[in-house]
């Protein structure tokens, strides 16, 4: 009953230095996303995939590249990280995209911090 | 623009007392409103959800909303507040007739209870 499972769960990087976000989904949905969450914003939207094969721009997918390596998994990818991107990030995912009346479910989470 | 507003940041209530969160949201047609709630160090879950027919939708955990267009508001309600409601919670708004693919979030009302 895993849903969507996002990795690592915490990490510190330095300005500067890459890293990936991993995600995966096993209830067969088209549709990922990856957002972020700051303190007084809400949840803001990076990028998505509407179906394996795409990605599109989200509010502020600035400083981030994706890739739907296939339909179970989304990744999320930070190349040079700044501290502006401290924040919590989640993944999730949609049977298709909200627009139709579709669910998205939510990972747990992943906490970064750029020191 | 597509755009939702939860007015009270945070809300203190007792144990047993009754609660409404507010969401008043911006929408140029029939929009689908979602409410999540987030615990502490977890990710999103789905509350209740309103697509269409009955304005009154019920939820999980005892929570219900009630969707008024004459007022954009789609309030969730809960008669008797429990410690474990203690959480975040996010009013969303997605629709059909723009652009799909984005669920816009509400910054979200924190509710503490009291015993």
């Known amino acids: 009953n895993a849903g969507v499972t996002q990795t690592p769960k915490f990490q510190v990087l330095k300005t500067g230095q890459s890293m990936t976000l991993q995600c995966a989904q096993d209830m067969n949905h088209n549709s990922m996303y990856w957002y972020r969450q700051d303190p007084g914003m809400g949840l803001r939207l990076i990028y998505y995939s509407a179906s394996e094969g795409t990605t599109d721009k989200g509010e502020v997918p600035n400083g981030y590249n994706v890739s739907r390596l296939n339909k179970r998994e989304f990744s999320l990818r930070l190349e040079s990280a700044a501290p502006s991107q401290t924040s919590v990030y989640f993944c999730?995912?949609?049977?298709?995209?909200?627009?139709?009346?579709?669910?998205?479910?939510f990972g747990e989470g992943s906490w970064l911090t750029v020191v | 623009a597509q755009s939702v507003t939860q007015p009270d940041i945070h809300i203190t209530v007792s144990e047993g007392a009754s609660l409404e969160l507010r969401c008043n949201y911006s929408y140029g047609a029939t929009p689908y409103l979602f409410w999540y709630v987030q615990s502490p160090g977890q990710g999103l879950q789905l509350l209740l959800k309103?697509?269409?027919?009955?304005?009154l939708v019920q939820g999980i955990k005892g929570f219900e909303a009630e969707f008024k267009r004459s007022q954009s508001s789609f309030n969730l309600r809960k008669p008797s507040v429990h410690w474990s409601d203690a959480a975040e919670y996010f009013c969303a708004v997605g629709g059909a007739r723009y652009n799909t693919d984005k669920l816009i979030f509400g910054t979200g009302t924190r509710l503490q209870v009291f015993p």
């Open positions: 309103y697509f269409s027919g009955d304005t």
């Open positions: 999730a995912s949609s049977e298709s995209l909200p627009g139709a009346g579709n669910t998205i479910y």
